[in-house]
Structures are given as structure tokens and as C-alpha cells.
């Protein structure tokens, strides 16, 4: 099973999430972590995993052959990041061609589809695939390179990690942009990590839109769950989501986060609750699919 930790904004305890769920269930199930943050990848901190391959990670960039090009301007046409640009004439010369590396998100349209066969492919270095483990804990994470602007050809690297047979948990970038959606395709389940104030609404909503067209099943975990409003569950239970989990705003949590320890290491008392939250996403799972079929 493929569970995602996902939050509309940043900052509201989602990788906390991630990573007490997986070390609260290492000692009965099979688990993988992936790291998909990959502008800023920091699970580690708290699980501290041994690092054992280290693989560069690239994506294929069009070179064009100005021998073969007429300038005909498809390939700017098929690209819909608007990676090529192709000039019109000028100083004696039949065009000019522009490629812009960094918005190119290697799909290949344009070499596929150009009538002169005048593209092929060059590697470019985007970042950095890493896969180790923390104890039991398979654990895979990936770096994107500073100053790189696309992070989903990275991420799509990390996901072919994954090994379906175990339970995969799943740190999703924050938001609700092409990097999420990157991330939580082919989640089984997704938990929506929020906290009770207006931002926390406004964003949790987008998300669940979001999960909603992805057509992934999804639950909301409410952290700092006793501090602002009400406004949250009160959505929640208008819209039928389920409230997984609520965990209460804790200054020793706090405290054990700023350290980089994982807060089932330090209040084991957690763990329990970890493990209920995952049960009620395989009950969850059984209801949507029994329902489905
Ligand atoms: S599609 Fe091919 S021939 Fe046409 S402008 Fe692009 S590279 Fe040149
Ligand atoms: S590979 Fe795709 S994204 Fe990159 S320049 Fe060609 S069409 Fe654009």
C-alpha cells in the first residue's frame, strides 16, 4: 500500500507525520520511506539513515544539429514549457534556434516530433537520487540540485524506488502544484496533514480538490489540533472527510523537533496512536474499495 503524507502549506508537521507513522509500524510491516521534498529533503534528519548508493540524476535535453535544422519551428510549437524558441532570419542566416535547459522537462516531444530528425538528447545533471536505510526502514530520497526550477522528472526517479509489495510512505512536497501532484500519483491512500487556523482551511481545501480530481482517497490529520478554531473539523464533517488523528499542541514536542528526534523515539507513548491511524487507513482503504466495487 502506498500511503502519501501530503498538506496544502508548509510548516504544519506534515514530515513529523510521515515519520512517526513509519516508525511506528517498522516492527509489523514492511516499509519504505521516500523523501519526495526534493527542493528540501530533511525526513533525514529525523531518521538518520544510513546512506548506501548515491546515484546522479538526470533528464534528456534537446540538442539541435543547425546542419539539419530548417527552422520550420515545430519544436517550439510541441513544447508546451516553452523550453525552444526559434528566430526568424537575420544577418545572412536562415533562423536561429534557443534552448532554454532549465524549463525543459525532458519529455522528448520536440526530438520525437521534428520533421529533420535534427534533436537528439543530451543528459543534463538535475540532482541526486539517494537510498539507504534506517533499521528496518528501506529509505530513498532525492536532492535537486540548487538553482534547478523543475523538480518533477526527480521526483518520477525517487517513485521508481518504490516497491508495491511493502507499505510505502510517501513525504510529499507541500502545496498543491505539478512537484504534489508528482508526487501523490498512484498513492492508494493520502493523510492531509493540517493545523486549525484560516490558512490551514483555505489550503487544506485546495488540497482535497486536488485529491479529489486525482481520485485518491484521502483522510486529515489536524496538528497543534487545540489551538485556533474549529473551522476544520467543522468543514471536515461537512464535506464526509474523516479526522484521522488530532494531536494536541505539545511544547516538549516542539522542543524534540528543533533537535531533529523523531517524536516516537523520545514519547513512545505516540506510537500507539501512530498505529491506530495507520489500522484506520486500512480500514479506510477496505470501505472505498468495497464501496467502488
Ligand atoms: S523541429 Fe527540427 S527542423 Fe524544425 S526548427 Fe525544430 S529542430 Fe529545426
Ligand atoms: S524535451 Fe519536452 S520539455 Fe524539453 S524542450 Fe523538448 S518538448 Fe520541451
Redesign the pocket.
Known sequence: MIISVASGKGGTGKTTIAVSLSLSIESIEDVQFLDCDVEEPNAHIFLKPTIKTQNKAY????QIDETRCNYCGR?AE???????AILPPSEGKKGNSL???Q?????????A?CPQGA?K?VNREIGVVEAGNCGRIEFIQGRLNIGEAISPPLIRQVKKHIKPEKTVIIDVPPGTSCPVVASLKGSDYSILVTEPTPFGLNDLILAVELLKIMNIPFGVVINRADLGTDEVDKYCYEQDIPVLMRIPFKREVAITYSKGEPMVKVFPQYKKDFTDLFNKIKKERCKRENRDS
Request: one cysteine or more; a negative charge.
Open positions: 533528464i534528456p535535453v534537446p519544436c510541441v513544447c508546451v514549457y516553452n523550453a525552444i534552448i532554454f535547459p524549463l525543459c522537462h525532458g519529455c522528448g516531444a520536440c526530438s516530433l534533436i538528447e
